[in-house]
């Protein structure tokens, strides 16, 4: 990849990602309030992702060539972790939940740098990303908000129409509730 133009939305090939690893991790980390040591142990299955069917991934990139926001996702599958975790899940529920299962896009990380939040960056990198796949629909995960008012990754979700497919799911090995929500593809252009 060349060095990037002033404020662009760009996708992202493997090389790419793996050119600027360090740099996707640091907004991933930010943007989640993980500590920095999160990063090293996201690099190998970041990789690994990249080459998985299907993945797809765009970055934001502002005038100096520094990456603001970064989003990535691929064909979900049996075998998988989170298909295999999800499946688990919607096995408790009725069987036309299954369908959601069948032939999807897992819309695996969506992060803006803090900096660079509030101003439309994450709904234009989602909407980019769900351009490139050919599935007839994506999934997603993400934390419950609780108690509190949902979050600005939740309106996100709501304000593009993700519905509910799980509430309250645990992923094995976290303590934290998820939700799944999902939708048909194509989304429709922004209003
Ligand atoms: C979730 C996240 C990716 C959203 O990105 P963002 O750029 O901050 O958010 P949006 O694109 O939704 O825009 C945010 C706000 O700007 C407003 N906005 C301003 N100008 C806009 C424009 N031109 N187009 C669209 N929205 C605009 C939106 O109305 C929206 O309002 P709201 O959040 O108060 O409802 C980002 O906040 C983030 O990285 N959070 C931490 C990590 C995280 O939670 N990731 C998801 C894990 S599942």
Known sequence: MTR????????????????????????????MGYPHSTARHR?????????????????????TGALLGIAYGYTGGPGQ??????RRGVSAQGPEAH????????????????DAQGHGLGERLLRALLTLTDRPRVLLSTPEYGTEPPGRAWRLYRRTGFRDVLRNHRFTGDSRPFAVLGRELPLSPAR
Do not use: C, K, M, N
């Open 4 to 31: 990037a133009p002033a404020h662009q939305l760009i996708q992202l090939g493997p090389d790419d990602l793996a050119d600027r690893l360090a740099e996707a991790l640091h907004v991933y980390v930010t943007a």
């Open 43 to 63: 690099r190998t299955l970041w990789l690994d992702h990249s080459r998985r069917p299907g993945w797809r991934a765009v970055g934001w990139f502002d005038s």
């Open 81 to 86: 972790w989170w298909f295999e975790e999800v």
């Open 99 to 114: 369908i959601w299962l069948r032939d999807y896009f897992e819309l695996t990380e969506l992060h803006v740098h803090p």
